[in-house]
Nanobody, 126 residues
Framework: QVQLVESGGGLVQAGGSLRLSCAASGRTFSSYAMGWFRQDPGKDREFVAAINWSGADTNYADSVKGRFTISRDGAKNTVYLQMNSLKPEDTAVYYC???????????????????WGQGTQVTVSS
């Protein structure tokens, strides 16, 4: 069992930056691939970024490539999403997710993730 707690969301102007954090409980954090997804009300959940267990493989949605960076810190059991050059269309609730069965691959498929956080709101004003 893994519990995930996101933090770092907030209100920012377009062009600004935020860093999201996702703290994971348990001693097997390194055995999980980690992902970030987002969802705006009335829209489907959307893949944002993923990182495999070692950090050697990352995957990004085309809409965030070059602006967002996913990373992980095993000593802190935490995965990060650095978001730069934010746009109003990045506004959403951002969710952290963990996958044990897909630990080797930075999968973008949401049903491959077994555990989910409660989400953190990111609002980008124009």
């Amino acid at each position: 069992q893994v519990q995930l707690v996101e933090s770092g969301g907030g209100l920012v102007q377009a062009g600004g930056s935020l860093r999201l954090s996702c703290a994971a409980s348990g001693r097997t954090f390194s055995s999980y691939a980690m992902g970030w997804f987002r969802q705006d009300p009335g829209k489907d959940r959307e893949f944002v970024a993923a990182i495999n267990w070692s950090g050697a493989d990352t995957n990004y949605a085309d809409s965030v490539k070059g602006r967002f960076t996913i990373s992980r810190d095993g000593a802190k059991n935490t995965v990060y999403l650095q978001m730069n050059s934010l746009k109003p269309e990045d506004t959403a609730v951002y969710y952290c997710a963990a996958s044990r069965r897909m630990m080797v691959v930075a999968t973008r498929v949401d049903y491959e993730y077994e555990y989910w956080g409660q989400g953190t709101q990111v609002t980008v004003s124009s």
